[in-house]
């Protein structure tokens, strides 16, 4: 996270209603269901606050998840156990206000949700996001993620070359 903004868990002193990231889906979910689905620890939910304004500048969620050995490229998975379900952290969303497009920091929110998955107490393997159209799976393709599954658009990255890279 640059400077500029502070990384932090969303709670109730962020101003939601304001945050246009130009996908509707992706405001509304912000203002409307991101402090239920903490609540009810479906997801945690992390803010990047533009720290001269105090306005919300993006967010993403993060939660537990498991994806099928056997739908992952054979490059991700050969040094790891054979067990039915790989381990990952789901990104369900992710995104940044249009006013601060171009700054870095959808990819400084990607990082960051490496290091916590990286950082967490219980094992995660790898990031999964599911890219909700072609703009965001080449954003997520550009950050060094591939293509699997045969379900739409889910894409994956291991977490050991995602923070190795970004170093
Ligand atoms: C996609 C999104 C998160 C990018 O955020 P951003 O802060 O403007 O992007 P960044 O400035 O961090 O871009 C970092 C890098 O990704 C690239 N990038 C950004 N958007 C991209 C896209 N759609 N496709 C390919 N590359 C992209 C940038 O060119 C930049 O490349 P560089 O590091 O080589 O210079 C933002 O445009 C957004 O919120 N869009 C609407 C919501 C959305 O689609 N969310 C994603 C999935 S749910």
Known sequence: MTAAFRLEVLGPSHAREAFACGVEALDGY????????????ASTCF???DASSGKVAGYYTLAAGGVPLTDLPEALTKRLP??????VARVGRLAVDQAFHGQKLGGALLADAALRAMRSDV???ALVVDAKDDAAEAFYLH?????????G???IVSLRRFVQEGE
Request: net charge positive; aromatic share 14%; proline share 6%.
């Open 30 to 41: 912000f203002v409307r269901q991101a402090s239920q689905d903490v609540r009810r620890r």
């Open 47 to 49: 803010v990047a606050v």
């Open 82 to 87: 054979r067990y039915p379900s790989v381990p």
């Open 123 to 125: 094992a995660v393997f």
């Open 143 to 151: 950050h060094g993620f591939e293509r699997f599954g045969v379900n």
């Open 153 to 155: 658009r889910q894409l």
